[in-house]
């Protein structure tokens, strides 16, 4: 299996830009995929982008122009930079994996993902 953990997390300024990162560890192949949701108190967990091994993403409506998924399969971790951020922004951001390629439409949806990281706290004041 693959193990993920996310780093990067923290306090920012509305209007602000963090950069978070989706480290993985172990049998790497289970990374084809790898995705980002947040969930904040008494919600839902929320997709917020996705990458593919060779780099197609897809991003929720709510982040399309403000954030950026990308990956360095080198270096075995994938990136969202998040731009513009706002207090609908805080949350606890995860990473996930699945070790099949995933396309629009289920890549969305949390179950289709075998791998989660811990989870790392962004926080948007005003």
């Known amino acids: 299996q693959v193990q993920l953990v996310e780093s990067g997390g923290g306090l920012v300024q509305a209007g602000g830009s963090l950069g978070l990162s989706c480290t993985a560890s172990g049998r790497t192949v289970g990374s084809v995929t790898v995705a980002w949701f947040r969930q904040a108190p008494g919600k839902e967990r929320e997709f917020v982008a996705a990458?593919?091994?060779?780099?197609?993403?897809y991003y929720a409506d709510a982040v399309k122009g403000r954030f950026t998924c990308s990956r360095d399969n080198a270096k075995n971790t994938v990136y969202l930079q998040m731009n513009s951020l706002n207090s609908e922004d805080t949350a606890v951001y995860y990473c996930?994996?699945?070790?099949?390629?995933?396309?629009?439409?289920?890549?969305?949806?949390?179950?289709?993902?075998?791998?989660w990281g811990p989870g790392t706290q962004v926080t948007v004041s005003s």
């Open positions: 990458v593919a091994w060779r780099g197609r993403t």
């Open positions: 996930a994996a699945d070790h099949t390629y995933i396309e629009s439409g289920v890549a969305e949806w949390p179950q289709s993902y075998e791998t």
